[in-house]
């Protein structure tokens, strides 16, 4: 696997308000391989999501993506797709043009179009979905959709923030195949926050741990459990998690 730096967050500082204590984030993230971020509630995780994708701005450091400065570039200009826990679908539209609003907002879509759809539909497992309502489908197959609209955008990196928490253990975990599947197919940089170690260690090759003062860990995924006897916050997160 490629050493190659596709997103950066170099000496980040960030806060929601001039009288909070700062967050900060200095990591670095491989080209093509699946990342999880970690930490304990409060640690940043979804911060530095938000960060990366441009939802919010930071007073100190720099955003870097696909290798160029994207620190205050807009976030609908930015190279990535997002998947929330909420999967965000127009609850009016069929589950084709959900997953169209990926590829143009006006929904004006050319054959060709038309067709990426249908093959990005087929991909996640909804090829006969197409004229279904959101409400007509499950909450696996409401998030499959998201992953179908991430694969029309055409985006090198992927950040995940706990997209599929409120599934359960079985279809969770097929939901992680899915991902893993398409981000290697399709050589996607991904971002992943996760609260479970399972869910980390099955899908990412990298892991990154947030905690109180920002990254305490960023390593092999398979090296979390021995960290503990070198780390307080992840001793403490660990240990919580079994009690």
């Known amino acids: ?32 391989v699946i990342t999880a971020i970690m ?7 979804s911060t530095m999501l938000s960060l990366l994708a441009g939802f919010e701005i930071p007073q100190k450091g720099e955003i870097w993506l696909a290798g160029e400065d994207n620190t205050q570039r807009a976030a609908g200009d930015r190279p990535l797709s997002m998947v929330f826990q909420e999967n965000n679908l127009f609850a009016h539209m069929s589950i084709f043009k959900n997953v169209g609003l990926g ?13 990426q759809i ?4 087929q991909s996640v497992g909804l090829e006969n979905y197409g004229e279904r ?12 959709v998201a992953l179908a609209r991430v694969m029309v955008r055409h985006k090198p990196i992927l950040l995940l923030d706990e997209a599929f928490a409120s599934l359960g253990p079985g279809l969770r975990r097929e939901m992680l195949d899915l991902v893993g599947t398409l981000a290697n197919k399709n050589a996607m940089t991904t971002l ?49 998690r079994r009690t």
Request: glycine residues 10%.
């Open 133 to 144: 309502l959101p409400a007509q489908l499950s909450g696996g197959e409401r998030q499959r």
């Open 103 to 115: 590829i143009s907002p006006s929904l004006k879509l050319s054959a060709d179009e038309k067709e």
């Open 39 to 45: 930490g304990a509630s409060g640690s940043g995780k």
């Open 118 to 121: 249908n093959i990005a539909l």
């Open 192 to 240: 992943m926050v996760t609260h479970s170690p399972e869910d980390a260690l099955h899908i990412s090759e990298d892991l990154v741990f947030l905690g109180p003062k920002g990254v305490v860990y960023h390593g092999p995924s398979s090296e979390l459990a021995k960290t503990q006897n070198q780390n307080e916050a992840v001793r403490d997160y660990l240990i919580g």
């Open 1 to 32: 696997m490629t050493d190659k730096i596709s997103v950066a967050l170099r000496d980040v500082s960030f806060a929601y308000d001039a009288g909070m204590p700062a967050m900060h984030f200095d990591a670095q993230f491989r080209q093509g």
